[in-house]
């Protein structure tokens, strides 16, 4: 599960629009927006990239982002 507030604010500190990342992923903005709700899952690819692109060197980081934990309510 994508931590969506903790990937927005990365994005938004980059400077880059969702239409240069999602170009850089391969997919549709669309298709990014709704990877970063949740609603679709991130591949591998995807994630190396992204990761690239907002210089997200850190494991802990990439967890942190990509592969949170769901938290129940």
Known sequence: MTNTDLLKEVISKSGYKLEYLADKCGITRQSLSNKIAN???????????????????????????????????
């Open 39 to 73: 609603r679709n899952i991130f591949t591998a690819e995807e994630i190396s990239v992204l990761c690239r692109e907002l210089k997200i060197n850190s494991l802990t980081e990439k967890e942190r982002i990509f592969f949170a934990k769901q938290v129940a309510s």
